[in-house]
């Protein structure tokens, strides 16, 4: 199994303006993270789980999608990281788990789940406007990022997230119902003055979203298909509250290591992408 080149010391550490931004609008999307090589090992590993080829010979947590789906479906498949090495690395990776780190000020990060998303060129579902954390409430807290890896490059015709600038700041405002996030047209955004920012990206770069941000997208009117790897990860407090079904929650109690109610996550469903503690070793080290 080949293992992604690590990129030439992409800038991980936030200015003030960026921390400042992401609390303002809740969202940062960064400069380039991922080099070319590291994308094409994480695509193609992304595409072999897609075939149903699983390198450590498990199988996701959940799959939208299938070989035989039509050429226009949307290819979702989540927790790919337990199906191939090179995914569980990107996922976990500590650029991102850094990152996240600083916007919500936490003193580690754990993977809550992931998704492999292929849009696909001149097809796909409009996706509604919603807020992630809707579908996460067994998370006590909103201390969650979306960590949304471009794998190739996102243009204004390919169907790129739209962000609802600032809307995180008007709490949760959605519920989750089956369904309700899909639509055959994007519905105008609320009308609170937010302004709609289009997520256009570079190939290798990342956009980080707060959990309560308003956010969705139309289909992909390009040639190319719109493909990302997203990680979404969470402050290590945050605990696990019982109520809403979740895969994730679900497939903990896999593990006889997992949170009971009110525990902070744990066990191997969650791993850490950042702690402070190991950043600090790996310093005192000189590594």
């Not at 595409?47 to 450590?56: I, L, P, S």
């Not at 639509?183 to 920012?197: F, I, N, T, W, Y």
Request: glycine content about 8%.
């Amino acid at each position: 199994m080949p293992t992604p080149t690590i990129a030439s010391a992409p800038r991980t550490v936030l200015t003030r303006d960026e921390i400042d931004g992401f609390d303002r609008d809740g969202f940062h999307i960064h400069e380039v993270l991922f080099s070319p090589d590291e994308l094409s090992v994480i695509a193609d590993a992304c595409e072999r789980v897609a075939q149903r080829q699983y390198a450590t010979g498990t199988p996701p947590d959940a799959r939208g999608w299938e070989p035989e789906a039509p050429p226009q479906a949307v290819c979702k498949i989540d927790n790919a990281w337990k199906s191939d090495p090179a995914i569980a690395a990107a996922v976990t990776d500590e650029r991102i788990g850094h990152i996240a780190a600083q916007l919500v000020r936490a003193n580690g990060i754990r993977l809550w789940h992931d998704q492999y998303l292929r849009k696909p060129a001149a097809g796909g579902k409009i996706v509604t406007w919603h807020q992630d954390w809707m579908f996460w409430q067994c998370i006590d807290r909103c201390r969650t990022v979306t960590c949304w890896i471009a794998l190739a490059d996102v243009t204004s015709e390919s169907g790129p997230m739209l962000f609802l600038a600032g809307s995180h700041h008007l709490g949760l405002q959605m519920q989750a119902k089956p369904g309700d996030w899909t639509g055959e047209h994007l519905s105008p955004p609320p009308a609170d003055g937010q302004r709609v920012v289009p997520v256009v990206m570079r190939a290798g770069q990342v956009s980080f979203h707060h959990g309560l941000l308003m956010h969705g997208s139309d289909r992909n009117h390009s040639d190319t298909d719109r493909v990302s790897l997203v990680t979404h990860v969470m402050a290590d407090d945050c605990a696990y509250r019982p109520g809403m079904p979740h895969v994730c929650e679900q497939a903990m109690r896999r593990y006889d290591d997992h949170p009971a109610a009110g525990e902070p996550f744990r066990g191997p469903q969650f791993p850490y992408a950042w702690r402070e503690d190991s950043a600090l070793d790996h310093a005192a080290r000189g590594a």
